[in-house]
């Protein structure tokens, strides 16, 4: 079968080029609440549960910019981030307004402090509500009322011993503590879920606690926060549900989301 030539437009028929088309302005994808988020370079983990999260918020969306991390996890890494927040921040959607801005790193929040945190994010965005992880699982322990929590993290010991100290020199004591002793946050990122729901149940069956806080943006909760806390009995959180749910809240999105655990019930306290 032979290929027909393409019609030509007749010598005498003008193109049409129109401008200034009829048309309206809306408040976009995040015309209720635009939330930036700090992503490690490193990070498999984060945007992923964001968006789950999120999806059903009509109008509520969230624009990361990576700061480049050395994968492995050790204090002097982990402070080496400060310097390049700033600039990370100053990626994340240049001249539009954002309504809250996260920073994705558990440990680097302690290692370099919530405030400083706040401060870097600030020279790029005078003015916003910031928050950590950390940040975020101290208001959402208030808010689900874990005053004694287990701690699960993929972390070396050192950083593990040093997050526990951060807690409880801030009225939160650690009693029982589990890691997965991952020093590579490539490897922390394929934990898999059913190994971090066992160890949740294992450390949250302990009495002395009542809630288990899983430490790391890289772990998973989203996917079984809600069955994990049936099975358990008593509230659970991650960095990631925690901050989402931080995000929200400072933002002024305030919805009861089903199916993520107590957490997305609860108001900001």
Not at 96 to 117: F, H, N, Q, R, W
Not at 221 to 232: G, Q, Y
Not at 247 to 253: E, I, N
Request: aromatic share 4%.
């Amino acid at each position: 079968m032979t290929s027909q030539p393409l019609s030509q437009p007749s010598a005498d028929v003008q193109p049409v080029s129109k401008q200034h088309m009829a048309h309206a302005l809306d408040g976009g994808l995040a015309g209720r609440a635009r939330i930036g988020l700090i992503v490690l370079a490193s990070d498999h983990t984060i945007e992923h549960e964001f968006h789950r999260v999120l999806a059903p918020l009509e109008g509520v969306t969230a624009y990361g910019a990576r700061v480049r991390n050395d994968p492995r996890i050790t204090p002097e890494t982990l402070a080496a981030m400060e310097a390049r927040i700033a600039e990370a921040t100053d990626l994340i959607l240049p001249g539009v307004p954002l309504d809250v801005v996260g920073y994705g790193c558990t440990s680097a929040s302690m290692v370099i402090g919530e405030d400083k945190v706040g401060e870097r994010i600030r020279e790029a965005r005078p003015g916003v509500p910031t928050t950590t992880p950390v940040t975020a699982a101290r208001a959402a322990f208030a808010a689900l009322g874990m005053k004694r929590i287990a701690l699960l993290t993929p972390y070396i010991d050192s950083i593990n011993q040093w997050m526990r100290g951060y807690f409880e020199e801030r009225g939160i004591p650690v009693p029982v503590m589990g890691s997965f002793t991952e020093e590579n946050d490539n490897d922390a990122a394929r934990v898999s879920l059913d190994s971090i729901e066992a160890a949740a149940l294992e450390l949250g069956a302990d009495p002395s606690v009542d809630g288990v806080f899983v430490s790391c943006t890289s772990l998973r909760l989203v996917a079984v926060a809600e069955r994990l806390e049936s099975r358990l009995g008593k509230p659970v959180t991650s960095s990631n549900h925690a901050l989402i749910w931080h995000c929200l809240r400072l933002a002024g999105v305030g919805d009861a989301l089903p199916g993520l655990g107590r957490l997305f019930r609860e108001p900001l306290e």
